[in-house]
């Protein structure tokens, strides 16, 4: 019901700058969280940074200072500004949103996720 689409990903130097961007589509009634996850080869996917409807937002320690999450709610889409990239950084991200989709008179919650964008980081 709500596509989520990535873009962004790519192969960057350590000390390198990367942006990803996620864009949702379908019969969006509202969202109201969206992050941005990460899942490296043999670790389990952890979030790396959100933001609520009210734009309150939350880092994983090993990035704060260094990305900075945004949304644009009227596009219903949500960025991440990735600075001073780290080879541990490495790993596909999924972007993520929650919320609420129309149909008729109803409202039903949503929960997706995109299809992942690969960022590689070189040392």
């Known amino acids: 019901q709500v596509q989520l689409v990535e873009s962004g990903g790519g192969l960057v130097q350590a000390g390198g700058s990367l942006r990803l961007s996620c864009t949702a589509s379908?019969?969006?009634?509202?969202?109201?969280?969206m992050g941005w996850y990460r899942q490296a080869p043999g670790k389990q996917r952890e979030l790396v940074a959100g933001v609520s409807a009210t734009g309150d937002t939350k880092y994983a320690d090993s990035v704060q200072g260094r990305f900075t999450i945004s949304r644009d709610k009227a596009k219903n889409a949500v960025y991440l500004q990735m600075n001073s990239l780290k080879p541990e950084d490495t790993a596909v991200y999924y972007c993520?949103?929650?919320?609420?989709?129309?149909?008729?008179?109803?409202?039903?919650?949503?929960?997706?996720w995109g299809q992942g964008t690969q960022v590689t980081v070189s040392s």
């Open positions: 993520k949103a929650d919320g609420a989709v129309q149909s008729g008179v109803v409202l039903s919650a949503f929960s997706s």
């Open positions: 379908g019969n969006i009634f509202n969202i109201d969280d």
